[in-house]
Nanobody
Framework: QVQLVESGGGLVQAGGSLRLSCAAS????????MGWYRQAPGKQREVVAS???????YYADSVKGRFTISRDNAKNTVYLQMSSLKPEDTAVYYC????????????????WGQGTQVTVSS
């Protein structure tokens, strides 16, 4: 099995910064893309940012210029540096990994972390 464990959430004032981390462990052969999603109360889960194994990145328009995603392939860890936070960034943030558990897997499996709360006060 594969586990994704997030850390780094919390309460911050508008304009502040937070850094989220997500470490993957367990039966990992290789990791394809990793990403961050968020879900605010009463809203659907949405993608925030993603990064491929080669380092190509994607950002939602709402976070471009404020958030930076990065990964350490040696540590199977992905990070999300969040700056200039706004109250509308308040949500539970989930880590996602598209992971091959063995060399026999044809497609990667989707794994999710348990979520970490980010609250931005105005």
């Amino acid at each position: 099995q594969v586990q994704l464990v997030e850390s780094g959430g919390g309460l911050v004032q508008a304009g502040g910064s937070l850094r989220l981390s997500c470490a993957a462990s367990g039966s990992i052969f290789s990791i394809n893309a990793m990403g961050w999603y968020r879900q605010a109360p009463g809203k659907q889960r949405e993608v925030v940012a993603s990064i491929t194994s080669g380092g190509s990145t994607y950002y939602a328009d709402s976070v471009k210029g404020r958030f930076t995603i990065s990964r350490d392939n040696a540590k199977n860890t992905v990070y999300l540096q969040m700056s200039s936070l706004k109250p509308e960034d308040t949500a539970v943030y989930y880590c996602n990994g598209k992971i091959y558990s063995s060399g026999y897997d044809v497609m990667p499996n989707d794994y999710w972390g348990q979520g970490t709360q980010v609250t931005v006060s105005s």
